[in-house]
């Protein structure tokens, strides 16, 4: 047995516990890893309250968490140039990441000069970022309304866009103004973000007005939600992770960290054990940044 964070049922953050699990044997192309840190993210408190049900199948008895960073332990047949001892971030598109052991089919090297916490804060929100830009095909030239623009997600995808060309308004609180200019985008208020002519809009927060972001955009075909349940009802895309995309999204996330070119939302770390109080502080408003559990 392993450890983990196990979801008794959906509800508040009280239906996380500290628990054991079956260790996870590695199958054919994948890699059993020992986490060092897993990141918490607003989709995990989504899924953790039954918002996503019809798109995530996690129920009673299931471990949240789409990333961490750490240590292979060991490989499955027909992995190449990989071994026990190597170190690794990995994303986890079928969740599992809030535990000591995980098996992961998708995963990136973690370069020496790239710190443990960093390594884990960055597959998710770097794929997501990468992904969603992708899907919306915007252009050097062209202007993206980016919403919840200072979260983990946001920043990634802020500074990828403008690194393209691409002119970013970033709605974002009054607070963090000076972080989306220091991103390159132009802020706006995130209370009324519609005021200027856009072609496309990122939603990365879940909780925006997503009738005037299709009203913005001149309709929901370039307007992609994340988390917002609401989005199909309104012709959004809820934007779901392609498989074969998430290798080269990571490594071309990871490279741009490595590099110095990304700079990654403020971490907090907290033992695996303090995965419901992270929860609470998330939701709360009380914590910001980037969550990370420490194993």
């Known amino acids: 047995m ?3 964070v196990v979801l ?19 199958g054919p192309g994948q890699i059993r890893v020992h986490v060092r840190y897993a990141g918490v993210g607003p989709t995990d408190l989504a899924i953790r309250a039954g918002h996503l049900k019809g798109v995530f199948p996690a129920g009673p008895g299931a471990v949240l968490g789409f990333e961490g960073a750490g240590v292979v332990e060991s ?30 089919d998708h995963w990136v090297r973690k370069p020496g000069t790239v710190s443990w916490t960093d390594a884990a804060a960055l597959p998710a929100s770097g794929e997501a970022a990468v992904r969603v830009l992708d899907q919306l095909g915007v252009k050097a030239g062209e202007t993206l309304l980016l919403l919840g623009a200072a979260g983990s997600v946001g920043r ?41 002519s856009i072609d496309a809009v ?19 075909q370039r307007v992609i939600t994340l988390s917002d349940p609401r989005g199909p009802q309104l012709g959004v895309r ?4 392609v498989p074969e995309g998430v290798n080269d999204a990571l490594r071309q996330a990871m490279d ?11 971490q907090s770390i907290a033992p695996l054990g303090d995965a419901a109080v992270v929860h609470a502080r998330l939701e709360s408003g009380e914590l910001r940044g980037k969550a990370l559990l420490e194993l």
């Open 2 to 4: 392993t450890l983990a």
């Open 8 to 26: 008794d049922a959906f509800g508040g953050p009280d239906v996380l516990r500290l628990g054991e699990v079956d260790v996870p044997t590695p």
């Open 75 to 104: 490989v499955g047949d027909g992995v190449p140039n990989l071994a026990p001892g190597d170190e690794v971030a990995v994303f986890l598109p079928r969740l599992g990441g809030y535990a000591d052991l995980v098996v992961a």
């Open 156 to 196: 990634i995808a802020t500074q990828l866009a403008v690194a393209q060309g691409v002119k970013v308004v970033a709605a974002v609180r009054a607070a963090d103004f000076e972080v989306a200019r220091a991103n390159g985008a132009t802020p706006v208020d995130y209370a009324n973000p519609f005021g200027e």
């Open 202 to 220: 990122f939603d990365a927060s879940g909780r925006s007005d997503l009738n005037a972001a299709v009203q913005s955009a001149g309709g929901p």
């Open 238 to 241: 809820l934007s779901n992770v």
């Open 256 to 266: 741009r960290l490595a590099a110095g070119d990304l700079k990654l939302q403020p």
